[in-house]
């Protein structure tokens, strides 16, 4: 069993990893590119004539082929350290009778979503490289406990017998009442329209890498296992 | 008895073979979200941006 997890999960996040990195490659990169313009100051938004204008001009990604392999390759570990997570909980939960299908494998990379991007995502929204945020450790650890608190919340909902599935509202509301830490002070490097569409766009491409990795992981585990 | 045995054998494993999936995982996710080491922070920078961990 352990083998067919672990093979699995390689295969799947591998996979995932590649997809994720096209699609930022294409969609979430080129913003991050021209957000490092503003970082670096080759590009000011509020410029000394008090203007709040600046040009929309995005950077093509260039032929930095190293920099964008680095993408691709940390994509590959960080989707393999997921599906190794999520196919040990898919796993853990069919050994409580709940089949593993590749569809219901989507539900769950879908759930995984929701929990690692998109709740953590309310309160610290993914940011352009230059953008100014407050202590690290403090939000990772809001980031891990959100995460967790998160993922508890959804499998009750997926599993908890009767009204035990209902303590899945304040445990999906906790995190955000407590509130993520965040500073006095905006500092608004970059223009809020390109912050805003790199957020969304962030969210846009881990959303398909993880319904990809929730997919792959029970179809590759559906394979082995008939093998 | 026998039967018994062989079953809580095989249930060890199994929670051994998560247990492993799970830290290995976890241990991957250090090395490609958190770590601060530059070489790791600089390589892993715009996956880091794009799937918003907070490293930084």
Known sequence: MTKNLL????????????????LQLTFVIPHLM???????????????????????????????????????AFNMITYTGYGLI???????????GHV????????????????????????????????????VGPRQAWWA??????????ALIAFGKGWTALLSVPLLLAPHLIGAPYLDTYFGVAPPELSARFAALSFGTALAGWSSLGFLCAWFWTKADAA | ??????????????????????LAGVFLLMASGIAQATVLHDAAHDQRHAMAFPCH
């Open chain 1, 145 to 154: 406990m959100t995460i967790i608190v998160t993922a508890i919340a959804l």
């Open chain 2, 1 to 22: 008895m026998t039967t018994n045995t062989a079953t809580i054998e095989r249930s060890d494993s199994s929670a051994m073979g998560l247990a492993i999936a799970m």
């Open chain 1, 34 to 72: 021209e957000g490092e313009l503003y970082e670096t100051g080759e590009r000011i938004h509020f410029a000394t004539d008090g203007s709040t204008q600046s040009d929309r001009i995005q950077p093509s990604i260039g032929t930095d082929f190293a920099r964008h392999g680095m993408t691709l």
């Open chain 1, 86 to 96: 999520l196919l040990a909980l898919m796993v853990f939960a069919n050994s409580k």
């Open chain 1, 100 to 135: 593993i299908t590749p569809r219901n494998g989507l539900i769950w990379g879908i759930a995984g979503f929701i929990a690692v991007q998109l709740a953590p995502g309310i309160g610290q929204p993914p940011v352009l490289p230059g953008a100014i945020g407050s202590e």
């Open chain 1, 7 to 22: 093979t699995s999960a390689v295969l799947a996040g591998v996979a995932a990893g590649l997809i994720a990195a096209l």
